[in-house]
Nanobody, 114 residues
Framework: QVQLVESGGGLVQAGGSLRLSCAAS????????MGWYRQAPGKQRELVAI???????NYADSVKGRFSISRDNAKNMVYLQMNSLKPEDTAVYYC????????WGQGTQVTVSS
């Protein structure tokens, strides 16, 4: 079984920063893709950023230059550094692991006030 646990969400003012963390446990493959997705009220879940086990990254256009994804393969952790936050970044942020299947965390709320 694979379990993903996110942390680091909260309330921040526009222009502020937050760092999300996701801890993966269980049967984690050496080769995988980890990523962050978000879902705002009334909207579909969308990609924020992904990173392969080799360190290749991809970002949504809306967060390029503001967010940075990183990972620690030894600890099975993935991080999302979010800077210059905007009210439109408000959403529940989910961690995802892709290997022999798709695994999701329970989500962490990020609220950006104007």
């Amino acid at each position: 079984q694979v379990q993903l646990v996110e942390s680091g969400g909260g309330l921040v003012q526009a222009g502020g920063s937050l760092r999300l963390s996701c801890a993966a446990s269980g049967s984690i493959f050496t080769t995988n893709i980890m990523g962050w997705y978000r879902q705002a009220p009334g909207k579909q879940r969308e990609l924020v950023a992904i990173i392969t086990s080799g360190g290749i990254t991809n970002y949504a256009d809306s967060v390029k230059g503001r967010f940075s994804i990183s990972r620690d393969n030894a600890k099975n952790m993935v991080y999302l550094q979010m800077n210059s936050l905007k009210p439109e970044d408000t959403a529940v942020y989910y961690c995802r692991l892709q290997q022999n299947g798709n695994y999701w965390g329970q989500g962490t709320q990020v609220t950006v006030s104007s």
